[in-house]
């Protein structure tokens, strides 16, 4: 079996969760992509000032890093992980805000770096309540019988 077979391999029948994680995951992989392909979006769209230096290629770094982060959050939806899901809720709630706003804070691309919090926040928050409200899968015991 081919290793690309085993990655995208699904069950038939994903939750809301996964298919969202999913969702979640293209819109990474797409912003990551644009801005591998046209980092200058951040001044055209976001009416930053021009890069000084190499920021550029340091936009095309962190479009690499985010399109990276919303392949597994494809893959991990298209598993049917409960577990990616929840992983995905933590880290935006915590790491991206503590990294980013003291960065807008000090004026290092400001508006486009807000928008990433905003929209992370709530994807997160939404993500969230779909885990809370979908059933939680039966406890198994030692000889795998539902507990």
Known sequence: MS????????????TTV???TVFNG??????????IVWPGAIQTLFRERAFI??????FRALGMAVAIIGY???VGGRAGSRQTAAASVIDRLTIVPLVLLPLAIAGVFPRFLITIVITDFCLAMSTW????AER?????????RAA
Do not use: M
């Not at 290793?3 to 994903?14: G, Q, R, S």
């Not at 293209?26 to 801005?35: E, H, P, T, V």
């Not at 230096?53 to 340091?58: A, F, H, V």
């Open 26 to 35: 293209f819109i990474y992989f797409g912003l990551g992509i644009a801005l």
């Open 72 to 74: 597994y959050l494809v």
């Open 53 to 58: 230096g190499d920021e550029q290629g340091l």
């Open 3 to 14: 290793i690309f077979t085993i990655a995208f391999d699904k069950p038939t029948n994903l």
């Open 136 to 144: 939680k899968p039966p406890a198994y015991g030692p000889a795998g």
């Open 129 to 132: 309540v779909l885990v809370r």
């Open 18 to 20: 996964s298919k969202y």
